[in-house]
């Protein structure tokens, strides 16, 4: 696709319910990565996949967060039994891997909301 | 840990004003410094970037300043136009890692 795309664009979900957000990159792109943005607040780094492995997970907030990459493409953020200081905005973003270039490209994110 | 402090969280300038937003890191190893844009509801966008090899990187309306030995950078925006009221990030990487790590944010609004 011509940009990166996210699914669901927003999603309202019960206390304790799974929930299973979904992010397509930039075709080629093979760094991936996932941010959480609270209200008014700055974009929190959770986890980051070069090609379909996850060197660094140091920012998931809890073992409640996986994340997950298949063929260098799509990669699903699963969040188990939600809590209400969950609700955010998950951006994800892909970039192309190639000499010193690490422009970041975001998709429109999927806004969380547990009631 | 935050990695890139920035300041201020919010900024309200005239337009046709100078908006003026600051960074500052600590790990020496970062070597690309880019600034993001994000309107409400989008995703942030690229909207400069610069490497440590060069002091200031002009586009348009929008400069980077970077003063390597202070670990500083800064976003200036001349003649300020109500669409650029955005909130505005500034991030730092360095290349080994191919990680973006960002700025809290600052709210920018142009007042006509």
């Known amino acids: 696709g011509a940009g990166v795309s996210q699914s669901p664009s927003n999603k309202v979900t019960e206390k304790g319910k799974d929930v299973e957000l979904r992010c397509d990159p930039i075709?080629?792109?093979?760094?991936l990565y996932w941010y959480r943005q609270r209200l008014g607040q700055g974009l929190e780094f959770l986890i980051y996949?070069?090609?379909?492995?996850?060197?660094?997970k140091s920012g998931l907030p809890s073992d409640r967060f996986s994340a997950e990459r298949t063929g260098e493409s799509v990669s699903t953020l699963t969040i188990q039994r939600t809590q209400q200081e969950d609700s955010a905005v998950y951006l994800c973003?892909?970039?192309?891997?190639?000499?010193?270039?690490?422009?970041?490209?975001f998709g429109q994110g999927t806004r969380l909301t547990v009631v | 840990q935050q990695q890139v402090k920035q300041s201020p969280q919010s900024l309200i300038v005239q337009k046709g004003g100078i908006s003026i937003i600051n960074c500052a890191y600590e790990?020496?190893?970062?070597?690309?410094f880019p600034w993001y844009q994000q309107f409400p509801g989008k995703g942030p966008a690229l909207l400069i970037a610069?490497?440590?090899?060069?002091s200031e990187k002009k586009e348009g309306r929008f400069t980077i300043s970077f003063n390597k030995s202070a670990k500083q950078f800064s976003l200036h925006i001349m003649d300020s136009q109500p669409g650029d009221s955005a909130t505005y990030f500034c991030?730092?990487?360095?290349?080994?890692?191919?990680?973006?790590?960002f700025g809290t944010g600052t709210r920018l609004t142009v007042i006509p």
């Open positions: 973003a892909s970039s192309l891997v190639w000499g010193q270039s690490t422009e970041a490209f």
């Open positions: 075709s080629g792109h093979t760094a």
């Open positions: 996949f070069q090609g379909n492995s996850a060197p660094d």
């Open positions: 790990n020496t190893a970062f070597d690309y």
């Open positions: 610069i490497r440590p090899d060069v």
């Open positions: 991030a730092a990487a360095h290349g080994g890692a191919n990680n973006l790590f």
